[in-house]
């Protein structure tokens, strides 16, 4: 069974999709944030339907593990992990970071060996959630919570073009030394997801069930601290 149903409630937007043999099928968008659990059921409802499928069909439940918003991240988990269960279906994470990289890799024609992508997600104040990948999508710079500074990523950027994206990078580039920096307007890709997802469905890198938890990178507090 190649269906797989995708979550993705990490940033803004909430994303329903659904992928056969990793091409994306179909999706259900919703954009306001803080409606994202009650449309979870509802669209998931809609896209089996649409597809002529019912959920014990699906081979897999993926879901982006973050990092991200915090309330966001624990709705999509909640609602994977729950369908899993459930329906005794495998879980896949899918990292935030890395699929913003990859839908760059996929939008940028230019792109070479000897470039960067660097996603960046907004952590607040002069904070992201950031990564750097390379060409291949190998990791330089291993995700991180970073506080924001003329100096941040200056080694990388002497030698190296690097390309920034995300709701993150707008905050970067107000600050940045301009050079060997290029600003990309690109979001998270079902299209690109589902072959992400796919790769893992079919080597069998699946995630426990018991241990899988949000990636937060840093944490959480819901009142000041003193």
Known sequence: MSWILQIDTALENAIVSLSFKGKMIGEKINFLQKDHASFLQPAIALLVNEANITLAQIGAVAVVEGPGSYTGLRVGMASAKGLCYALNKPLITISSLKLLAASAKFHIKDLNADQLICPMIDARRMEVFSAVYD???NILLPPCAME????SLVNLMLNKKIYFLGNGSAKWATICDKINAEFVEIKCNSLIMSKLVYQK?????????AYSEPVYLKDFFSTSKH
């Open 148 to 151: 924001l500074d003329k100096f």
């Open 201 to 209: 469905f079919s080597s069998n890198l699946y995630s426990s069930l």
């Open 135 to 137: 060409a291949n999508l």
